[in-house]
């Protein structure tokens, strides 16, 4: 078998990567919503993982927490090179900002779409995120909005109770 440089693609390694990736959106919801960070800090760098941190304290320190959800979460093939691989994802996410004072929303829910580039290095056989860069980013609203694709498009469902103020639990 000839190789040109590229590292031949394992079934197991491509489900180890997407799992990660999954582990880490959803690490970023669990932290700002509960504060929990014990996953996001296993699986990152320190300078990785002090950078999202950051960015959630950023938004607690002003009294704001975020709410999010994932719609919908696709995989481009990944792309190996040695112990590193880059994939590319297409993520659609509503979210919001809740005011923690005063029991509604800062940031009423908002559906955006996003191009982004991982980069994972495999280190004592687990792959763990090295690198996140946003490649497009676009907000939406309208019929459809749960598809990945921004051309699609619907309202954003509310997560007020009846009385107008976001319910914490």
């Not at 197991?12 to 880490?24: E, G, T």
């Not at 699986?43 to 975020?66: R, T």
């Not at 946003?134 to 909005?145: I, K, R, Y």
């Amino acid at each position: 078998m000839v190789q040109f440089g590229m590292a031949v693609s394992n079934v197991d390694d491509d489900k180890r990567i997407k799992d990660a990736l999954l582990k880490y959106n959803y690490g970023i919801i669990k932290m700002t919503k509960s504060g929990d960070t014990k996953l996001l800090k296993d699986m990152l760098p320190q300078e990785l993982y002090f950078k999202v941190m950051v960015w959630a304290d950023s938004w607690k320190f002003s009294n704001l927490a975020m709410v999010a959800q994932i719609n919908d979460l696709r995989f481009s093939p990944i792309a190996y090179n040695e112990n590193n691989a880059t994939i590319r994802t297409l993520e659609n996410w509503t979210y919001a900002y809740a005011d923690l004072v005063k029991r509604d929303y800062a940031l009423e829910p908002t559906t955006i779409f996003y191009k982004v580039k991982y980069t994972l290095k495999k280190h004592h056989g687990q792959w763990m995120i090295v690198a996140v860069e946003n490649l497009q980013e676009e907000t939406f609203s309208g019929p459809n909005m749960h598809s990945v694709t921004p051309q699609e498009k619907q309202e954003a469902p509310k997560e007020k109770s009846s009385n107008g103020k976001i319910e914490t639990h």
